[in-house]
């Protein structure tokens, strides 16, 4: 209890994750934020410039211009070899919605266990941590042995792939609330509801943000890496039949497609961040 | 204070603690009658928030036994606000009477806060954490408050002004108070009794008659603050 002043600040800083301090208030500065903008679209003009001076061969590196009307193309036109762009993105996005909230909601519920229990934690966490260290993308192929081709495997791959990295980082955010607010707790007399609403959870939840983010980002992965394997729709196919074609440009379209993907989903996860975690930055909502 | 007509707010028999086979409590008697301030010293380290959490009930490892009658309030010396609620929830939360809200306002009120209800924690002064602290202890009209330290972290200015609250509150409320402080003239400024705890007991006790506020250079508060000095083993 030697906290110095304003103790409240203190407190709210401990068990958080730094980085989402800092994207949170970055977000909010509009200068800033227009500033983050200009190194991406200079490196697209770059990139452009790299084919007006003729430096790198077309078909090695098709120039963004041409990434764009080949995206153009396959909207609007329904090619035998490849389908459509948006009925490939369609079927990637429901293999990615369907593993992550399965991933995530077991993460979640295993967090609260574990978190808020001994015997959960006991029960539970040493699996989890045995799961960690096993490298993902070496079950691929056991994944196709159990579940065979289809979707399942693929969804299994994207539910693992969300799993990890949200239960850990929900489970030390549930462990990290200050313990002198549990204290507090106690002296209020909460009951166990209002503790879980009041104090755990909204404790918790700077340090489970975090692992939103890096769970989204290892779920695409596991998607790219399922879509590659006898898949018959989605952007992995597409990249697939591309390669067999020889056809970069197309290659090049779908690799645009996953990162603007994973781009809007951070951007999503920045904007809940935002919003859910305004006490640190002390403006009223 | 008619300390011996009526039942002790907090009576404490034969308290112990030890950490590891470090003896932090011993034999410690205590009693406190109601609407009483006494006012704990002793040396950092001494024990002062071992005991207050011992008679608030937050530590199991005590032996002997402790009994304080009806509500209690605690104030930390960190203000100890939940920063991701508002300063109104802060003083609500576990509130149970009939309108939770109301009272929680009455409270904020009472300590000059009722223009920050809606502001979160981490945008008040140390000060105004610490009276957002002493109102939601208030709201639950204790009969006995527990404050540790809670003017410790302050500025000279606003611990004055701090303690002129805490007068204010306790003449219209009259719960009594146990104030652990490190501060001799804090103690002499407010308290009708002061407690000097020193190996596990209360080593000193001092009564205080002297109508409040109190001047410091009261001849009295003179000779009383150089002997709990010296009782605090600090030689003049
Ligand atoms: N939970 C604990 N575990 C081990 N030692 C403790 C614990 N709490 C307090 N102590 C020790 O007990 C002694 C008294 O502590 P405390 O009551 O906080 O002193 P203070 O008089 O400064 O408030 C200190 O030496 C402290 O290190
Ligand atoms: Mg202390």
Redesign the pocket.
Known sequence: ?SATQPNSRALGALGVGAAAAGRATRLRLRGPGLQRLISPVVLLILWQLIHVFNLVSVKKLPPPTTVLSTAWNLITTNEPAYGTLQGALGASLERMVIGFALGAGVALILALVSGLSRWGENTFDPILQMIRTVPLFGLVPVFIVWFGIGELPKILLIALAALIPLYLNAFAGIRGVDHRLWELADVLGLSRSERLRHVILPGALPQTLVGLRLSLGTAWLALVVAEQVNTNAGLGYMINQATQFLSNNVIFVALAVYTILGLATDWLVRLLERRALAWRRGLLT | MSATTQAPVVRAEHLGRS??D?A?LQDLNLEIADGEIVALI??????????LRALAGLDKGVSGSATVEGQFGIAFQDARLIPWRSVLDNVRLGLRAADSTKAARAALAEVGLEAHTDAWPSTLSGGEAQRVSLARALAREPRLLLL?EPFGALDALTRITMHELVLRLWQRHHPAILL?THDVDEALALADRVLV?GSGRIAHESAIALERPRHRDHPELVELRSRLLSELGVSL
């Open positions: 209890m | 950490f590891g470090r932090v002793g040396r950092s380290g001494s024990g002062k928030s071992t005991l540790d652990v705890l």
